[in-house]
């Protein structure tokens, strides 16, 4: 069955960075993209971008300000998520989903979540 | 960017009960590209609807959804105990996606 996995929980201070990971199995990774959401505590859900699988083609939120770079590695079928220079309001649960690979439409299935704590 | 308005942002029903849950663009959704999702508490969210009226793979034929333009609905037409969660509206017409802030269904 199509599952994401997503890497662990991770708790770091602010002007760090932050590398999530997130593991395709189950289906084709070079046939789909990639989406990213993020959901503050107690919040609702926010898109922060996409990534094809096929091109490697981004389509990042602008809320973000550049501070958000997702890559894939095809050959283990994962991608990644890296938020630089942190601050306090990044603290979420960051998801993953599958979506298109030609640009972003609905996000089915989706990851577990990760929990990114950005604290002093 | 469009803005997705959610309405109610909580619903009180019982089991048996037709729920209907709004959403409301502040610009035209173009083709119906509007999905829907449920989220109950500690999980990810599920994919219910796409396309506006669409059901996704595996789910009950007692979830609908409805609309165009800038006016959506999802109605659930008996509630089941397992129905009580949050659910979220989300437009793929534009960049940024876009996700309502959500309608809390719960129990009366």
């Known amino acids: 069955q199509v599952q994401l996995v997503q890497s662990g929980t991770e708790v770091t201070k602010p002007g760090a960075s932050v590398k999530v990971s997130c593991k395709a199995s189950g289906y084709t990774f070079t046939s789909f993209g990639i989406s990213w959401v993020r959901q503050a505590p107690g919040q609702g859900l926010e898109w922060m971008g996409w990534i094809s699988g096929y091109n490697g083609y981004t389509d990042y939120a602008q809320k973000l300000h550049g501070r958000v770079t997702l890559t894939t590695d095809t050959s283990t079928s994962t991608a990644y998520m890296e938020l630089t220079n942190l601050k306090s309001d990044d603290t979420a649960v960051y998801y993953c989903a599958r979506d298109q690979s030609s640009s972003s439409i609905w996000f089915d299935p989706w990851g577990q979540g990760t929990l990114v704590t950005v604290s002093s | 960017e469009i803005v997705l308005t959610q309405s109610p942002g909580t619903l009180s029903l019982s089991p048996g009960e037709r729920a209907t849950l709004s959403c409301r663009a502040s610009?035209?959704?173009?083709?119906?590209?509007l999905a829907w999702y449920q989220q109950k508490p500690g999980q990810a969210p599920r994919l219910l609807i796409y396309g506006a009226s669409r059901r996704a793979s595996g789910i009950p034929d007692r979830f609908s959804g409805s609309g165009s333009g800038t006016d959506f609905t999802l109605t659930i037409s008996r509630l089941e105990p397992e129905d009580f969660a949050v659910y979220y509206c989300q437009q793929y017409s534009n960049s940024p996606r876009t996700f309502g802030q959500g309608t809390k269904l719960q129990i009366k």
């Open positions: 610009q035209s959704v173009g083709s119906g590209y």
